[in-house]
């Protein structure tokens, strides 16, 4: 095939025209966070199958998750959602585990299901979440109809979600979730 010189093009528009495109590539293939809202009691495994071992803790405990959490979710493959339970603990949770047809949760005082008699204060005006317990305010973010508040670290702190049989707050402190 012959090169045919365009005399239109510079050098500048060239240069112009390929910078833009590698910038288009790299914005359009960042992917925004992603989380799964766990339906049933259900546990996570080292590897996508559920003849593999199910993860254990430090306690050499496993890993269990309860309905309601959500989960970071890194990708999905063959009926498996690789999710991060806990800043920088990866492992799989079978798809089968998620919940389904998930409502935008209204503002409101929730009973935390995994901490017994605390309340989460949730609000929303003009789309900023936010949520307050202890004295302590947490901004939140919606993913899907899922909120997640984060604590000044920018880990998750508390989820809301509302599903089949009424909306759902979770904590993730380690105290509580035992995930490490």
Known sequence: M?????????KKSAILSITFGILSGISFNMVADDYVVVGRNAKIFDSPNVKSYVTLNSKNQEVTLIPGMALKKLESNN????????????????VQS?????????????????????????S?????????????IYKGKLFNNIVIFFNDKNQPAYSLVELEDG???????????NFF
């Open 2 to 10: 012959k090169r045919v010189h365009n005399p239109n093009i510079t």
């Open 79 to 94: 009926g498996w959602h690789m999710v991060e339970y806990s800043p920088g603990l990866r492992g799989f949770l079978s």
């Open 98 to 122: 998620t919940a389904n047809g998930l409502k935008i949760p209204e503002s409101g005082s929730y009973p935390i299901r995994n901490i017994k008699n605390k309340q989460l204060k949730v």
């Open 124 to 136: 929303c005006k003009e789309n900023i979440w936010k949520a307050e317990t202890d004295n302590k």
């Open 167 to 177: 909306i759902i707050a979770i904590s993730y402190d380690n105290a509580v979730t």
